[in-house]
Nanobody
Framework: QLQLVESGGGLVQPGGSLRLSCAAS????????IGWFRQAPGKEREGVLCISRSGESTKDMDSVKGRFTGSRDNAKNSAYLQMNDLKPEDTAIYYCAASPFTECGATWYRGMDYSTWGVGTQVTVSS
């Protein structure tokens, strides 16, 4: 069974950091592009960051540039989202997802391009 499991979420004060992990089971993650998405209460899901199969290139949304970094360790079948300088508006459920594409293309932020999803982990930024 193909499965993605996120971990590392929690409550953090503004300006703090969190590192989310995404562990894959039942398939090899290095055959997939990894996308990180988030959904805040009352808002639509949005693409946060995309990591290419090799991990050498990423694409991200404007609001997280310079604060969030994506990486992966294919030997551990895992991907990561390092989030620094967190803001209250970053509060959301964060999901990782796998796409069979080779690279993060122009439409990397479209959830419909991803075939396997995790169940999400809650990130709350509040003082």
């Amino acid at each position: 069974q193909l499965q993605l499991v996120e971990s590392g979420g929690g409550l953090v004060q503004p300006g703090g950091s969190l590192r989310l992990s995404c562990a894959a089971s039942g398939f090899r993650l290095d055959f997939y592009v990894i996308g990180w998405f988030r959904q805040a209460p009352g808002k639509e899901r949005e693409g946060v960051l995309c990591i290419s199969r090799s991990g050498e290139s990423t694409k991200d949304m404007d609001s997280v540039k310079g604060r969030f970094t994506g990486s992966r360790d294919n030997a551990k079948n895992s991907a990561y989202l390092q989030m620094n300088d967190l803001k209250p508006e970053d509060t959301a459920i964060y999901y990782c997802a796998a796409s069979p594409f080779t690279e993060c293309g122009a439409t990397w932020y479209r959830g419909m391009d991803y075939s396997t999803w995790g169940v999400g982990t809650q990130v709350t930024v509040s003082s």
